[in-house]
């Protein structure tokens, strides 16, 4: 009865639950209470039909499609491959390389055939009227959705010792002769005093009683089937007590599962996945679910020298215990799978999900059964590096092993990622992920000079023309330095090479007239003459230049390298339509982004990359984030593919896509006053009339940019003093105002004193193709060229010209004052002179003058620009005044009225910039003056007549 029940859950796996707790204590020989596992293994029914088969698995599959989560690593995380729940990978077989085990073992079978009797089908109980079901089937049939809890598993009949079996005592549970239940585990000091089985021996016997070659089995092969059949059948009953509670883990249904190992691995040679891994007879990047059988911890003193910190004395590495139910493998984990085990969402049980995994150690391959080969050691044979970017936590009903590439063909035969926020920085490489274009910005050059005597680096990004022009310069200094080599190389090479020249050719060349010299010759010295002329017309070729790159190596100070590479703004393509559970984590998600960058980027990645296209990307690097954009990196040899099937407007819509919409100077002017965190958010497409080119210095420009709204923008850009153009406007003087389109302009900090929004020229801003544009662009054009347009753009140039605010109401804190200084004085005279307001009378025009503080430093810088101005009189002695101490704290007061008076004589038209800060009370704001400058009377003429 018990050997039928068993026959009806095939497919051992192994489930994390978390509901056996608050229960039980814990007994000191079993693990942790709260991470009770189950497990479950294959012994699939004779008579089980395919039709019912995948008709089962249909209906479990779409069950499943529904159980999603945003997380990678929680429990029951939806991947794209918790649809492989019962997949046989029986296409996967290979040779072996010569394992003992395997040696003939067809040939064998065929000499000796199996007789299988009536008593031993009898034994086992196995009905031939049983279909194969899945565990998540059994489960919903029978509406045990819930993990039970200790005392409810003991109520069910659950025994005490099955409740702590783990995969560490697994292989010392003994089992009782008289009803084949678990009894005790060996070396308890309360064992029971009966008679028990369980040994190999035992094992051994039977399987050799039930017709099995005892030549193919080894006691190490019993002990290591046992250990994990035990473990996966307490489990199964800990995960269904009320069906199976005290009926499933049996001494009979134990070596029924090992009868039926026996079958598949040794006669009929299938290994499973862990044992090819082992073997290296596949490779270990190969996607496959695999679960946790232990936490393995080593702990290292640490060196002299070391973090010596209290509690820091030694260091503990952690690693994970994997089994695909028959072998296991010690994995290495990166650090964001570490602090995952730390943090408990990886526990003993947890089936974990990976792909692009790296076996490490040992070059050849070794067999799980060898005697030097075991997984709880710190010097293993063999590893499996796995990472967290190529992992996942797989549901507790997926089916152990390797995953069938027909669940994995749509999409890219691995892992795929779905959300950028499923990376991290620190979890290695992306296995498969499919991204949308949202910004391709233009090719970058990196520029690394070497100094050859320090070994110094010096890193520079330049454009496409800029790496022209360095490229051409480099060429030509290679060109002058080659020439002022040749011809000493060219007379040493000579020299060396007619050492070894024939005598008839040195005669020749020795004579007055090696032409007649050369025609008294026989046929015979002729062709040795001109078999060596041409002999060595090669070899002085091939000396020259080799001397020549040898001179240049020696008095090169350095060497220049360059790579070319292209950013991408991309984000996740969204795949399916979005439903209401998971809407809110859908709207987190569409809104992060990620900055690509492809190093030595091929015709072929350029011409794919195109703004709003899907592109399908394997194993991409990834980096810390920077600016607020998590870090891509790509080569020119990334496997990168588009989508058999073109995405739908909709789909680009729900993965965040929108369109490159040039920004009016209105949002831009908001977007300056309220900066955006992150750099891609302050990054805009503009297009506008260039009102005036200003020079600030020789690495500095300014344009200023203005449309119909009447607001204005400050675009500034650094670059070489060669550049005479460095907004791409041709002739700069002749083609103004004109209209421009630039793309990937940065939004800066708004410019209090001049009241307009300021604009950075990035590495990667350009001018924007005309065809993207072409409409909004002749709609300004025709704006520009109007009676409006025009009287516009002068009054903007000359408020820009005259320092006057080009967007300032009355109200505005910033403010800025045309006028004369009549005079200084202290606010307090009984105060310190070194923190004492010092105020300025300005007289604007107005019928009361104009009272504001005046810092200190400011002073002589007025009493400077005064000096300057063609409009100081004879009669004023400048430079006395300025050599007098003035400025000093303890003579300022009784000084004021000779700066007063210098300042009426001298009748420079000053352009003061004001701040008025918010008081409190009844106090009055008074305006505090934060630069001064030389007015421009042109400017302010044309300004005051256009007003007029």
Known sequence: KNAGVGSQHPELDVERTDAIRKSEPCVSDCENVEHVNVVTDTKCSPTATPGSLAQNDNVDRRRKTTNLSASPHETNTYTPLHEMTNIAHDSLQSVMKSKRLFENTLTERKKTPVKTTASVTDSLSVSPNYSKVTLSQFAAKHFA?????????????????????????????????DDELPSYFLGQRDAPKCSHVGKSTDMSEWLSGQGCDSTLFTGKWIQNHYRWIVWKLAAMERRFPEQLGGRYLTYRHVLSQMKGRYEKELRSAKRPAVRKLLNRDVSAGMPMILCVSQILRFKSKLPKGGDQRVGKNSVEEVRLELTDGWYAVSAIMDSTLTN?????????????????????GSDDGVDPLDDDYYTDRRQAPLFLKITANNSRVATWDAKLGFVHPKYTAHQGGSLLVKSLCDIFPDGGSVPVIDLVVCKKYPQIYLEKIIDNENQNV?????????????QSQHDMNHQRASEKFADTARKECSEEVDEDAPTHWKEMEASHSPQEHYEKLGVTEKNIVDDWTKKRLVLLQSMISKSIEDSLKDHSSSERKSVPYIKVLVKAFCHSKQTARNLDHHARTQKISAELTIWRVSEEQLRLLKEGTVVRMKNLGVKSDRDGLLQLSAKSDTQMEPLSSEPTQYQLIQSGYEER????????????????????????????????????GDNTSAAYLADESGFVMKLERNHSSQNNDPFHLGNVEASLPAVVAFCNIQVASFDTTEQCARGSWSISSCKAPRHLTQSRCEELQAWCNSFSGVEHCRTVLDRINAGIPICAGPFNRYRVCIGYVLGFDVHDTNSDPITSAMNVVIDYGEEFPLTARF????????????????????????????????????NLHSNL????????????????????????????PMPEVTKISIATTDALSRLHLTRG
């Open 661 to 696: 919409c040039p920004r009016s100077l209105i949002r831009i002017n908001l977007m300056s006053k309220k900066m955006e965190p992150t750099r891609a958010k302050r990054e805009v497409d503009v297009i506008a009339c260039v009102i005036k080119i200003q020079h600030q």
């Open 897 to 924: 009225s000779i700066l007063g008076e210098y300042f009426q004589n001298n009748q420079t038209l000053f352009h003061f910039s004001l701040e008025t800060t918010s008081c409190y009370g009844d106090a009055v």
């Open 145 to 177: 959705t819930r993990v039970s809890s200790w005392a409810n598993c003991i109520e069910h009949g659950v025994k005490d010792v099955t409740m702590r079996v783990t995969s560490t005592n697994a292989i010392k549970l003994r089992f009782s002769k």
């Open 458 to 470: 010096v890193s520079n990004h330049l454009t496409e023309g800029e790496e022209a022009a360095r």
């Open 340 to 360: 995952l085990v730390e943090q408990g969402k990886i526990t003993p049980g947890s089936k974990i999900l990976i792909c692009n995994a790296q076996l490490v």
């Open 855 to 890: 810092p200190l430093h400011l002073l002589p810088q007025a009493l400077r620009l005064s000096q300057n101005n063609s409009a100081t009189r004879d009669d004023v002695d400048g430079p006395s005044i300025v050599q007098r101490n003035l400025f000093s704290h303890a």
